[in-house]
C-alpha cells in the first residue's frame, strides 16, 4: 500500500481524533512530522500514539510529507498555506475562518494547482449549496446556536462586555456577515467560512449566533434560496468526546478529507 506522508500542524484534540482513525490502519496515510507552538503537546501526541514522526518547525514538516493538515488556529492559517504553495503540498485547512484573512492566498494555491481541501465541519447542506450556486442564490443563512460556555473567550463578546453567565432565556448575540462572524468569533464559526466559499461568500452570508442556555447541544441551520428553490438543513451535534466546545462531526469531517486526500494520492501513483 502507497502511504500518503502528512504533516500535522496543531496538536490538539482533531489532532487526537486524527492519530485514533490512523491507529485503525484503513486509511493509506503516516502521520510523519508535527509542528505545535507549544512543542510540549507535539512531543505528548508523539509519546501517546506512538508515532515514527519528527517534531519539527512548520517549514521543516512541509518540506517533507506529501499533505499538510492544519487542525490549529485561524491566525496559523496564512503561514500554512503559504508553506504549501512554497513546498507545492495539498492541505486541509480546518481553521476556515482564517481563509476570510487572506482570500488571495487560495487563489495563489489555485492557480499553482494546489489542492486546498475545506471540510463540510459540523454542518450539514454544503453539497446542496454548492451545486445551487452554479444556477445562482439569492440568500444564504446560518444560525448557529450553542450553549453559553460554547462560546467563551470569543473576542467579541469580550469587545462588547458580554456577559453570558447568568443567562436565563435564549440570547442572539452576533447579526453579520460570515466575514465579521470569523473575526469576532473565530473558534466557534468555521462553519460559516465553510458555507460562504462554497456558496455566495464571505460578505453576502449571512450569519446569526445564539447563545442558549437551555441548549446541551450545538445545532446549525442552513437556509438557502435561489434558482433551485429553497433548502434547510439542521444539523444538531454531540460534543467531542475530548473537547466539549467542539463538535465531534467536526473531528469526522477531518478524518473524511484525511480518507479521500490519501485515496486520490493513492490513485494517483497507480
Ligand atoms: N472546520 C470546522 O468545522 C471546525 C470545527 C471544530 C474546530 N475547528 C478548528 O480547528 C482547529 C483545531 O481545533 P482543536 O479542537 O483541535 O483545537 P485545540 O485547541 O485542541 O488544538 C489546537 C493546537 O494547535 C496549537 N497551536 C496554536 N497555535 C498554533 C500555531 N500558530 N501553529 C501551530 N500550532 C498551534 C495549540 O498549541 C494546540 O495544541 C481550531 O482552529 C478550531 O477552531 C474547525
Avoid at 500535522?8 to 510523519?32: E, H, T, W, Y
Avoid at 442564490?137 to 453567565?165: C, F, Q, W
Amino acid at each position: 500500500m502507497v502511504k500518503m506522508s502528512v504533516g500535522l500542524i496543531g496538536c490538539g484534540n482533531i489532532g487526537a481524533d486524527l492519530c485514533i482513525a490512523l491507529q485503525k490502519g484503513d486509511i493509506p496515510a503516516a502521520l510523519v512530522a508535527l509542528t505545535d507552538t507549544d512543542e510540549k503537546k507535539a512531543q505528548l501526541l508523539k509519546r501517546s500514539f506512538q508515532l515514527e514522526a519528527e517534531v519539527c518547525s512548520l517549514e521543516e514538516n512541509a518540506g517533507r510529507v506529501d499533505f499538510l493538515v492544519e487542525c490549529a488556529v485561524a491566525d496559523a492559517v496564512p503561514a500554512v498555506i503559504e508553506a504549501a504553495i512554497r513546498h507545492y503540498r495539498d492541505c486541509l485547512i480546518m481553521s476556515v475562518g482564517g481563509l476570510m484573512q487572506r482570500p488571495d492566498l487560495l487563489e495563489q494555491a489555485r492557480a499553482r494547482k494546489i489542492e486546498v481541501r475545506i471540510p463540510s465541519g459540523a454542518l450539514a447542506g454544503l453539497d446542496a449549496v454548492r451545486a445551487a450556486i452554479e444556477a445562482g442564490l439569492h440568500s444564504v443563512t446560518l444560525t448557529t446556536r450553542k450553549p453559553p460556555k460554547g462560546l467563551e473567550g470569543a473576542p467579541y463578546l469580550k469587545d462588547h462586555n458580554i456577559d453570558l453567565s447568568a443567562l436565563k432565556e435564549p440570547k442572539v448575540v452576533f447579526e453579520g456577515s460570515a466575514l465579521e462572524a470569523c473575526k469576532a468569533f473565530p473558534a466557534n464559526v468555521n462553519v460559516a467560512g465553510a458555507l460562504s466559499l462554497v456558496g455566495i461568500g464571505p460578505t453576502e452570508t449571512r450569519v446569526r449566533i445564539i447563545a442558549d442556555p437551555k441548549a446541551t447541544e450545538n445545532s446549525h441551520e442552513v437556509v438557502a434560496e435561489g434558482a433551485f428553490g429553497r433548502l434547510q438543513t439542521t444539523t444538531i451535534n454531540l460534543p467531542s468526546p475530548r473537547n466539549a466546545k467542539s463538535s465531534y462531526l467536526a473531528s469526522l469531517s477531518a478524518i473524511a478529507e484525511l480518507r479521500a486526500a490519501a485515496r486520490a494520492f493513492e490513485a494517483r501513483r497507480r
